[in-house]
């Protein structure tokens, strides 16, 4: 259990947190100042904290959520409390049905809508729109990441974001 612990933190801190913060900065810039690190992180925490007693999954906010709601349309809060309201339904009217209609998803319909919002977050046209200097830093941490995993991927990155920037600390995020 220990041993999953520090990889688990890394990845809560980045994809639902700073990931997360950063597309919806980028999808809804109006709302730049009300989506932070900071907010994500209490809403999230706060969330587990009332709902865990009630039998309720760790849950956080996460970067392909995000994505895979904006690629089928989703643009506003309703969005995620509508499917919210669906979800509660589904599990107070069926219970344990809802399981086998899961189950009769093919795994490859689901394979299929990971990979497209994957393809979302990694669009490589969107790739292209950064600015040069950000391809070293992309670049070792997906080599290192390859190699030696997660963790020494974000040291990596951080450390050749440091080398390209002069600063231990990030500014701002159009840097």
């Known amino acids: 259990m220990r041993d999953a612990t520090l990889p688990q933190l890394i990845l809560t801190i980045t994809n ?4 997360t913060a950063v597309i919806a900065h980028a999808y809804y810039p ?3 100042p ?3 690190e900071q907010r994500l992180a209490r809403s999230s925490g706060w969330a587990n904290l009332l709902l865990a007693p009630f039998g309720a999954m760790p849950m956080c906010h996460g970067a392909g959520g995000l994505v895979a709601h904006h690629a ?3 643009r506003s809060g309703w969005t995620m409390a509508l499917f919210g309201l669906f979800c509660l339904i589904l599990g107070l009217g ?3 049905g809802v399981l086998q209609l899961l189950a ?3 795994g490859s319909v ?23 200097s950000c391809y070293l830093v992309i670049g070792c941490m997906v080599v290192v990441s390859v190699f030696w995993g997660l963790f020494p991927a974000i040291a990596a990155g951080w450390l050749a974001e440091v080398l390209r920037t002069g600063r231990w600390a990030p500014a701002n995020a159009t840097n």
């Open 16 to 19: 639902a947190l700073i990931l």
């Open 30 to 32: 109006e709302d730049h």
């Open 34 to 36: 009300r989506v932070t």
């Open 72 to 74: 089928f349309g989703g």
């Open 94 to 96: 069926f219970g344990d």
């Open 104 to 106: 009769a998803i093919p």
């Open 110 to 132: 689901m394979v299929m809508l990971v990979l497209y919002a994957a393809w979302q977050i990694a669009d490589p046209k969107t790739m292209m729109t950064l600015k040069p």
